[in-house]
T-cell receptor, first 114, second 111 residues
Framework: GAGVSQSPSNKVTEKGKDVELRCDPI?????LYWYRQRLGQGLEFLIY????????KSGLPSDRFSAERTGESVSTLTIQRTQQEDSAVYLC????????????FGDGTRLSIL | QKEVEQNSGPLSVPEGAIASLNCTYS??????FFWYRQYSGKSPELIMS??SNGDKEDGRFTAQLNKASQYVSLLIRDSQPSDSATYLC???????????WGAGTKLIIKP
């Protein structure tokens, strides 16, 4: 596809369940970012992947959160033992290399924890 | 002091007027600057990028960068109701891969 693709678009789950969110970046984009955006709030950085380098996990809020990326393609963000405060929109962005290149966002996954 | 600051608004502008959105940043080494628009319930979309001091124009949008004063602004000419959205400023630190995001300014264009 031409843009960043995220799935599912919406996810409703019960507290304590694990969820997996998927991001397929723009072809050729080596950098991939995950953000969280709570209702009415700004973007909260979670994790960054650049090529084969070790990811920057400095934004992950707890050890319940993890992410993987296979090469320069698909990434999955996993949240274990979900809590109600995890309810938010999870946005994925990709860019052509790091640093001074603009990021392009997917439509996001709206996660609701009951 | 936040690294990237924006007035949260809302900024209310009459239709047809110029909307002026401002952003200040704290790191003098910042090199790349971006404006994104985010409609309610949607993801951010890139409007403008600017890397050099001065003005950069794209249609009704003009980005202005002043590194000495550490601010970047976005002007929207002939504002339309469809411009009503939250505008996010993002700044890239020198030698750093992360964008630092402002909290956004909510813009309302009144018909």
């Amino acid at each position: 596809g031409a843009g960043v693709s995220q799935s599912p678009s919406n996810k409703v789950t019960e507290k304590g369940k694990d969820v997996e969110l998927r991001c397929d970046p723009i072809s050729g984009h080596t950098a991939l970012y995950w953000y969280r955006q709570r209702l009415g709030q700004g973007l909260e950085f979670l994790i960054y992947f650049q090529g084969n380098s070790a990811p920057d996990k400095s934004g992950l809020p707890s050890d319940r959160f993890s992410a993987e990326r296979t090469g320069e393609s698909v990434s999955t963000l996993t949240i274990q033992r979900t809590q109600q405060e995890d309810s938010a929109v999870y946005l994925c962005a990709s860019s052509f290399g790091p640093s001074n290149q603009p990021q392009h966002f997917g439509d996001g996954t709206r996660l609701s924890i009951l | 002091q936040k690294e990237v600051e924006q007035n949260s608004g809302p900024l209310s502008v009459p239709e047809g007027a110029i909307a002026s959105l401002n952003c200040t940043y704290s790191d003098r080494g910042s090199q790349s600057f971006f404006w994104y628009r985010q409609y309610s319930g949607k993801s951010p979309e890139l409007i403008m990028s600017i890397y050099s001091n001065g003005d950069k124009e794209d249609g009704r949008f003009t980005a202005q960068l002043n590194k000495a004063s550490q601010y970047v602004s976005l002007l929207i000419r002939d504002s339309q109701p469809s411009d009503s959205a939250t505008y996010l400023c993002a700044v890239n630190r020198d030698s750093n891969y992360q964008l630092i995001w402002g909290a956004g300014t909510k813009l309302i264009i009144k018909p």
